[in-house]
């Protein structure tokens, strides 16, 4: 069961000059890349994921975290983009042939969008593909199969982190700065997929609605955003966001 798409939703999207969409670890599911709340399954059921995504626990346990990373990158290399991702680059290409700017911010590490064509996106949480020495800072994109040895380690003896964003890290603040300006010119907002409840992600949709834009949510769920939104649309992004770019661009 899912909701139809609101006429409202389709209109703004129509008549929207500048877009801004949020995307959280909902929009990947589809593609087979489980939210936190799903990863932790099999071997990694005993865990908690506040307790492998902090700086702490890579402190304390390298060899473990470091195995935990790789694992999900080499899952990341398995998947591919589902439709709700083609389809939030197929906004993208639509509102620039129209003189107009989409800007997405993502709290997913995965690069999906990218992969399905998304240009202008914005890494809010870093990349599971780029592994960082925290000894002389050198970051480098690893697409290859897994590593062997845990954690692993850099050319200058130094050891190797995954380049994402722990629970308790600052986010990069140039993301955060270029975030803050697409929100202040946008007259459209979208959150999709996420829970919106980390921070400052979450505090962006009072960003978007401040400046004056409309506000949707799309989510499986209701979330602390959903009463705050113009609109809500309960359902799968996979599902909605196609349908709702066929309908918003049709010829
Ligand atoms: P989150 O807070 O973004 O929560 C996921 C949300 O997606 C939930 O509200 C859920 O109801 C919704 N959802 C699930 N399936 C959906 C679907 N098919 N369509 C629409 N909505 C759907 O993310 P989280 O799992 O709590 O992860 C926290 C952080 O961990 C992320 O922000 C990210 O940095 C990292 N993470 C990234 C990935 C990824 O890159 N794919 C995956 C897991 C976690
Ligand atoms: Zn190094």
Redesign the pocket.
């Known amino acids: 069961m899912r909701d139809t798409i609101p006429s409202g939703v389709i209109e703004a999207l129509r008549g929207a000059k500048s877009v801004v969409v949020l995307s959280?670890?909902?929009?990947?599911?589809?593609s087979g890349?489980?939210?936190?709340?799903d990863?932790m399954e099999g071997l990694w059921a005993k865990y908690d994921?506040m307790e492998l995504?902090t700086p702490q626990a890579f402190a304390q346990n390298p060899e473990m975290v470091s195995r935990w990373y790789d694992e999900r990158r080499q899952n990341c290399a398995l998947v591919k983009p589902n439709p709700?991702h083609h389809a939030l680059a197929r906004m993208e290409r639509c509102l620039i042939e129209r003189g107009g700017e989409f800007t997405l911010l993502t709290?997913?590490?995965?690069r999906?969008h990218q992969a399905a064509g998304s240009r202008n996106v914005i890494e809010l949480?870093g990349s599971?593909w780029e592994w960082r020495c925290e000894r002389c800072g050198v970051s480098r994109e690893e697409r290859g199969g897994p590593f062997g040895q845990y954690p692993p380690q850099c050319a200058c003896g130094g050891t190797r982190r995954p380049g994402?964003?722990w629970f308790g890290e600052q986010l990069p603040p140039k993301a955060v700065r270029d975030s803050e300006l697409a929100l202040g010119r946008c007259d459209l907002f979208f959150s999709?997929?996420?829970?919106?409840?980390?921070q400052p992600a979450a505090s962006f949709v009072y960003l978007a609605k401040r400046r004056g834009a409309k506000t949707v949510e799309?989510?499986?769920?209701p979330?602390p955003v959903s009463d705050i939104v113009d609109w809500s649309i309960m359902?799968?992004?996979?599902a909605i966001l196609p349908e709702l770019v066929d309908m918003a661009f049709k010829k």
Request: net charge neutral; charged share 15%.
């Open positions: 959280g670890a909902g929009v990947s599911a589809e890349i489980p939210t936190f709340r990863a994921p995504a709700g709290q997913n590490v995965d999906l949480h599971i994402v964003v999709v997929g996420t829970s919106a409840v980390v799309i989510n499986r769920e979330t359902g799968k992004s996979g």
